[in-house]
């Protein structure tokens, strides 16, 4: 089952976010073929990370959850919020 995660970063944590990234991105490769795509949201420069959209696969929504639970961005307090949601391919390029 396809998932989607999109978390939004506390106002003024970019160098958090950049600290962690190392942690973070090691995170999602573990995922392997399950982690269909990942990265950062923006502020309207187009630069500035503010969270981080993520699909990926996983058993069920409480599995989904705890997976993202356990990335380092979360560990080191980054994320303002967090939804996880099923997600349903539709339109576009296949994934």
């Not at 309207?44 to 959850?65: C, H, M, R």
């Not at 961005?73 to 967090?82: K, Q």
């Not at 391919?89 to 296949?94: F, K, R």
Request: with cysteine; glycine share 8%; hydrophobic share 45%.
């Amino acid at each position: 089952m396809l998932f989607i995660a999109h978390c939004t970063d506390k106002p003024d944590h970019v160098e958090v976010r950049m600290s962690a990234r190392p942690d973070h991105v090691a995170f999602l490769q573990a995922k392997g073929d399950a982690l269909k795509l990942a990265g950062p949201t923006t502020t309207a420069d187009g630069e500035t990370p503010n969270g981080s959209l993520i699909l990926f696969e996983d058993e069920d929504l409480a599995a989904a959850e705890a997976w993202i639970a356990g990335d380092p961005y979360a560990a080191v307090d980054l994320f303002e919020s967090v939804i996880v949601k099923p997600w349903k391919h539709a339109i576009g390029g296949g994934l």
